[in-house]
Nanobody, 124 residues
Framework: QVQLVESGGGLVQAGASLRLSCAVS????????MGWFRQAPGKEREFVAA????????YYADSVKGRFTISRDNAKNTVFLQMNSLKPEDTAVYYC?????????????????WGQGTQVTVSS
């Protein structure tokens, strides 16, 4: 049974930092590209960041580039999202997802497995 479990969300003030983690089990982690998506109330889910299977290549939405960093530890089957200089517009539920292809990291349809999400709330 594949499981993706996010953690690390919370309520912070603008300018603060958070580090999200996503622990993955039930699949061969190193054969999946990983991504983070988010969904704010009343909005569609959007791409945030992705990382290739090896961790060499990373991809970011323009809105988070320079503030967020995605990384992975293939020995611990975990992917991380370091979020710095948080803004109120970063408020959303953040989801991690696993993509067996790695062909189009910004495309949510490519991701086969999803976590339940973790809430991030940034106050002004």
């Amino acid at each position: 049974q594949v499981q993706l479990v996010e953690s690390g969300g919370g309520l912070v003030q603008a300018g603060a930092s958070l580090r999200l983690s996503c622990a993955v089990s039930g699949l061969t982690f190193s054969t999946y590209a990983m991504g983070w998506f988010r969904q704010a109330p009343g909005k569609e889910r959007e791409f945030v960041a992705a990382i290739s299977k090896s961790g060499i290549n990373t991809y970011y939405a323009d809105s988070v580039k320079g503030r967020f960093t995605i990384s992975r530890d293939n020995a611990k089957n975990t992917v991380f999202l370091q979020m710095n200089s948080l803004k109120p517009e970063d408020t959303a539920v953040y989801y991690c997802a696993a993509d067996p292809t790695g062909w189009a990291p910004r495309l949510s349809l490519n991701y086969r497995y999803w976590g339940q999400g973790t809430q991030v709330t940034v106050s002004s």
